[in-house]
């Protein structure tokens, strides 16, 4: 994978574009319900201008595919696609679980990844590092056991849910996560999906 590479993660509320350009990070979120292709564009080209990057410059595409906004995510892919069509990137995927979890996977034997989409959640285990199907919380709440080899995953705004309370400190991570530090470790772990375009859509 190229050392140069920009980031398109628009599955929350912000979308994050995210340029790394000789071992530099910029960094631009915005803050909008605009699902205006022209204006994400602007900001990419405004993000590239301020990192001073020439159009000769080789990088490599990695876009979020979910879960999240269902619009955010389709614009990314198709502002993803623009840019192989003009720049002949390379495109590459990964998705909001396994960024919320890559600080963990090799810390604990069993990770779960918990999100939550449109009102409800669901959770994606990972043991050793592979992962098992997406499923619904009411799953993880039924069936699966926590021990010292094993972390929950949460955002901040779920710390209040009546169903993490209850889980002891130990078993739960309360992880806001970095996409510049975490996309760093899944690229050093090889985790990134390498033209793979699967979005992942949760309703």
Same mark, same amino acid.
């Given at each position: 994978?190229?050392? /140069?590479?920009?980031?398109?993660?628009?599955?929350?509320?912000?979308?994050?574009?995210?340029?790394?350009?000789?071992?530099?990070?910029?960094?631009?979120?915005?803050?909008?319900?605009?699902?205006?292709?022209?204006?994400?564009?602007?900001?990419?080209?405004?993000?590239?201008?301020?990192?001073?990057?020439?159009?000769?410059?080789?990088?490599?595409?990695?876009?979020?595919?979910?879960?999240?906004?269902?619009?955010?995510?389709?614009?990314?892919?198709?502002?993803?696609?623009?840019?192989?069509?003009?720049?002949?990137? /390379?495109?590459?995927?990964?998705?909001?679980?396994?960024?919320?979890?890559?600080?963990?996977?090799?810390?604990?034997?069993?990770?779960?990844?918990?999100?939550?989409?449109?009102?409800?959640?669901?959770?994606?285990?990972?043991?050793?590092?592979?992962?098992?199907?997406?499923?619904?919380?009411?799953?993880?709440?039924?069936?699966?056991?926590?021990?010292?080899?094993?972390?929950?995953?949460?955002?901040?705004?779920?710390? /209040?849910?009546?169903?993490?309370?209850?889980?002891?400190?130990?078993?739960?991570?309360?992880?806001?996560?970095?996409?510049?530090?975490?996309?760093?470790?899944?690229?050093?772990?090889?985790?990134?999906?390498?033209?793979?375009?699967?979005?992942?859509?949760?309703?």
């Amino acid at each position: 994978m190229n050392k /140069n590479f920009l980031v398109l993660d628009f599955t929350g509320l912000s979308k994050n574009i995210v340029f790394k350009f000789k071992d530099k990070f910029f960094i631009n979120k915005i803050k909008t319900d605009s699902n205006n292709n022209q204006e994400i564009i602007d900001d990419i080209l405004n993000l590239i201008k301020r990192a001073n990057i020439k159009t000769k410059e080789k990088f490599d595409v990695l876009v979020n595919l979910g879960p999240g906004s269902f619009s955010g995510i389709r614009i990314s892919l198709a502002v993803a696609k623009g840019i192989k069509l003009i720049k002949k990137v /390379n495109l590459f995927g990964f998705n909001s679980f396994i960024l919320n979890a890559a600080p963990y996977l090799e810390k604990y034997e069993t990770v779960f990844s918990i999100l939550k989409v449109n009102k409800k959640f669901y959770f994606l285990k990972y043991i050793k590092g592979k992962k098992n199907d997406i499923s619904q919380i009411t799953e993880f709440q039924n069936k699966e056991k926590l021990n010292e080899k094993s972390v929950i995953v949460i955002s901040s705004e779920m710390k /209040n849910e009546d169903m993490f309370k209850n889980i002891a400190e130990k078993h739960r991570v309360i992880e806001d996560f970095d996409v510049k530090n975490n996309i760093e470790i899944l690229i050093k772990k090889n985790l990134i999906e390498n033209n793979l375009i699967k979005p992942v859509y949760l309703g």
